[in-house]
């Protein structure tokens, strides 16, 4: 009696290693995924918009400096609903970066483990806008 074949090949390691290879790679995306949705943002102002990513669990949400262009404040929306005011704390038009930090959450934001960038970002638009200022 002939064996019977599956036309799918088995992703175990030892079957195929380009199977195998393509599986864990998958599933390294899907557990990035998972991980970094929570802190994704659509970050609004007025009809048109981007997308931001929180850096800091008080409310710093990273996005593009053409976003925000003009604004003093916008408006940044979550995945699971919650929308929230946003003060833009400053733009970089070189690198085309911005900061805008969200206000009133109850809750602390999620977000990836990004370590100093939010304190170097503040410090340095901080610093830029206390400079334009005087």
Not at 96 to 120: E, H, K, N, Q
């Amino acid at each position: 009696m002939a064996a019977i074949t599956s036309p799918i090949p088995s992703a175990l390691p030892d079957s195929d290693p380009a199977s195998a290879l393509l599986d864990a790679y998958s599933q390294a995306v899907i557990r990035v995924v998972e991980r970094v949705t929570p802190a994704v943002a659509h970050v609004r102002r007025g009809p048109g918009g981007g997308s931001g990513l929180v850096i800091a669990p008080d409310g710093y949400v990273l996005t593009n400096a053409h976003v925000v262009d003009g604004a003093t404040e916008v408006e940044v929306a979550f995945a699971e609903g919650a929308t929230y005011r946003a003060p833009v704390v400053g733009t970089d038009a070189a690198t085309d970066l911005a900061l805008v930090r969200v206000l009133g959450p109850s809750r602390t934001l999620s977000r990836p483990t990004l370590r100093s960038i939010p304190v170097t970002l503040a410090a340095h638009w901080s610093t830029r806008t206390a400079r334009s200022s005087a």
